[in-house]
């Protein structure tokens, strides 16, 4: 059964840290490159950081030095560890595949990260 479960979100300062995790069915997470995605408030799903099965990673450069993707193969779970957030960092933080259609494909309910000033 297809499943993406993203938590640990929640509400954090400016500067603070916070680290997500996505539990996925092997179908998704399988032998596939994983991504994080975020989607602001009026805004549309961005990818932020992704990761291979052999752990290399690409960031948007928004995040770089601040977040670091991993992932554990034998948990079929992708995590994001993010410091020194800031206040555009807010949003619903989801997990999949890359190139994953917003209309198309399966999602998970994602977990929302807000960042106060």
């Known amino acids: 059964q297809v499943h993406l479960v993203e938590s640990g979100g929640g509400l954090v300062q400016v500067g603070g840290s916070l680290r997500l995790s996505c539990a996925a069915s092997r179908d998704i997470f399988g032998a596939n490159t994983m991504v994080w995605y975020r989607q602001a408030p009026g805004k549309q799903r961005t990818s932020v950081a992704d990761i291979t099965v052999d752990g290399s990673t690409t960031y948007a450069d928004s995040v770089k030095g601040r977040f670091t993707i991993s992932r554990d193969n034998a948990k079929n779970t992708v995590y994001l560890q993010m410091n020194s957030l800031k206040p555009e960092d807010t949003a619903v933080y989801y997990c999949?595949?890359?190139?994953?259609?917003?209309?198309?494909?399966?999602w998970g309910q994602g977990t929302q990260v807000t960042v106060s000033s």
């Open positions: 999949n595949r890359p190139y994953a259609s917003t209309t198309y494909d399966y």
